[in-house]
């Protein structure tokens, strides 16, 4: 007896609903379990977490905090992933996007009008994580050199450069030691709507329209599309690959500066620790669960960041580790990734001794790169 | 330089790049194999909690450092069971994979400690140098090539025996084939699944083990974030070693070195900051990186496994 997988004849809908359910189901047990193990009431852990993310407006506030960078650096990575560009360096672009925002707010003030401190931080913040992205991508495009190991490795640079900076050269003289820059003028306040909420939600919801419309309705969000998901026939019709793997990864990359800047412009309001906590990482979590789909990664990055600031609120109720939240995202990922298959094949039990027609499968390879 | 420094930084660069090293030829394994893995910096993570709070528990060393490759095995076993059998996306399984295992690490690293409390800045057993007689007094290398750990001596077996494997036994062959062409190895009766399966495990083992090192030897008790990357690292070695465990040992030795010297500049009282120096093993990779896949774009030669990140499925013949 024998178990094959067998191509369906459609992908199957019910499944593509079952699976995230199933997957949910998995890591809601496999936390409780780990509760159990520590001495927690599952039910009084998970109720506290929930209340803790969305229970009232303050908490759907703090979610949302948390929710902004990952919707942007989500929104940042899945441009890239459609056409099969790893990139891993989401966090590394966020904190150069921040990095640059800082320097406008603290170091512009003289020369430029108050009114336009805001929108020249956000700008040149952009420009530094799209110019960040730049140089994997021309490596890649250029040079064909692996991406996934230089914008992961241009994240520990970024991160040790911006640690230098606040705790070095931009230290604010009067914080008594504190590694940090000064607190920025108000003129480069990002505005906030509720609690810390703030504005940065809004740049959020028009990426991800714009993102939609390019992807649907525009040439190059066709030539993106098809370069993703068959390289062969883009260079057929004569689409500049190299050009534009490095034109998407500056979106990309600027997307993910952006999140950088709302960080310290919204949330911080100066540079310390804290600004990479390691939503790029979960940006590629939220790309993938959302296949994609812009207005996916809005709502995939919010559920994300409930996980995150339930699991903050956990620790400091009930003492348990911050961690719960990263473990969830985890045993709630790792169903969701085999249960994909199953959309698109099925299991079914071959006996030995009986022939069975043979169908040339399609080549896998091709699709497991989608 | 005088000897006295050589020596030290030569046994410093020994002591940082064993776990590096383990780490590295786990991979190469994994990824000869023809499977991505990412997540070798969760599955070290894994492997040093783990082995601390054994060790810290039951004082024994051994079964601390048979717990470190039970973990990782057991990581290693779920992104098998992702890639292989399910055929899901190893960029994003390894990614979750290295995620999951440093929230899990992080999390049993506050639940582990005596009566459910934290394991962090508890001292445990720890792997002690030793000496060995008359080999240590040999001019110029002994002193430090001679005076570690075990489980950097066991690298001195590790490395011969992993190329050996590769190159010249019959399974080292059926590895190979499975990760360069998977079709002619199935063709060949090779069993590409649990080939894959394997050798991603293995590597898991040596991630572990690679873990267990920092917790046990270099660092000598737990903390969050005790790899500090090195589990990325590795992954980049794997490319700058060409998928080979020999030259896995410079590239390990090169990283381990910049933690020497600069360990050493910074005792010294040097003025370039920390953080510029820091920089220094992640600039070196993209680099080398760069110099190899253009030296290898000239010569023609691809030094990747052909199938790496492809999963397999045989045309169902019933």
Known sequence: ?370 | MNLSLFTSILAITLRAGTSLLYATIGEIYTERSGILNLGVEGMMMVGAVSAFAVAYHTGSLVLAILTALLAGSLLASLHAFLSVSLRANQVVSGLTLTLFGTGLASFLGQRLGPGGARLVGLVGPSLERVRIPLLSDLPLLGPSLFYQDLLTYGLYLLVPAASWFLYKSRPGLYMRAVGENPQTADAMGIRVGANRYVYTILGGALAGLGGAHLSLAYTKGWTENITGGRGWIAVALVIFAMWDPLRAVIGAALFGGINAVQFRMQAAGTTIPAALLNMLPYLATIVVLVIITWWETLQKRIGAPAALGVPYAREEKG
């Open chain 1, 1 to 370: 007896m024998k178990i094959v997988f067998e191509k369906r004849q459609e992908v199957s809908r019910t499944i593509r609903v079952l699976v995230p359910v199933f997957s949910l189901l998995f890591a809601l047990v496999f936390g409780a379990i780990l509760l159990l193990m520590s001495g927690v009431n599952p039910g009084t852990a998970y109720a506290a977490m929930a209340e803790g993310a969305f229970g009232d407006p303050q908490s759907l506030a703090e979610t949302l905090v948390k929710a902004i960078p990952l919707m942007l650096t989500g929104l940042g990575v899945s441009i890239a992933f459609r056409m099969l560009f790893w990139n891993i360096g989401a966090e590394g672009q966020l904190a150069m996007g921040g990095l640059a925002a800082t320097g406008v707010a603290l170091y512009a003030t003289d020369y430029l009008p108050g009114w336009s401190i805001l929108p020249a931080a956000v700008l040149l913040g952009m420009l530094a994580g799209a110019l960040w992205a730049a140089i994997p991508a021309l490596l890649r495009a250029y040079l064909q050199v692996n991406e996934t190991i230089t914008t992961l490795m241009m994240n520990y640079v970024a991160i040790l450069l911006v640690s230098h900076v606040y705790h070095g050269p931009w230290r604010d003289p009067d914080g008594y030691g504190f590694p940090g820059t000064a607190r920025f003028p108000e003129v480069a306040w990002l505005p906030r709507i509720y609690g810390r909420a703030h504005a940065g939600v809004f740049f959020a919801i028009i990426a991800a329209a714009i993102l939609w419309f390019v992807l649907q309705r525009t040439k190059w969000g066709f030539e993106l599309r098809i370069t993703g998901e068959n390289p062969k026939a883009a260079r057929y019709i004569g689409i500049d690959i190299p050009k534009l793997i490095v034109v998407a990864m500056m979106v990309s990359g600027g997307l993910c500066g952006l999140a950088g800047v709302c960080e310290v412009a919204g949330v911080m309001r100066r540079l310390q620790q804290g600004l990479t906590v390691g939503y790029g990482y979960t940006a590629i979590i939220v790309a993938w669960m959302s296949q994609l789909n812009p207005w996916g990664v809005l709502i995939i990055a919010f559920l994300l960041a409930g996980l995150l600031v339930g699991g903050d609120q956990i620790q400091m109720a009930m003492g348990l580790p911050a961690a719960m939240g990263l473990v969830l995202q985890g045993a709630l990922l790792f169903p969701m990734l085999g249960g994909s298959l199953f959309a698109e094949y099925k299991l079914r039990v071959v006996r030995p001794g009986r022939q069975q027609a043979v169908f040339p499968e399609e080549s896998l390879a091709k699709e497991s790169e989608s």
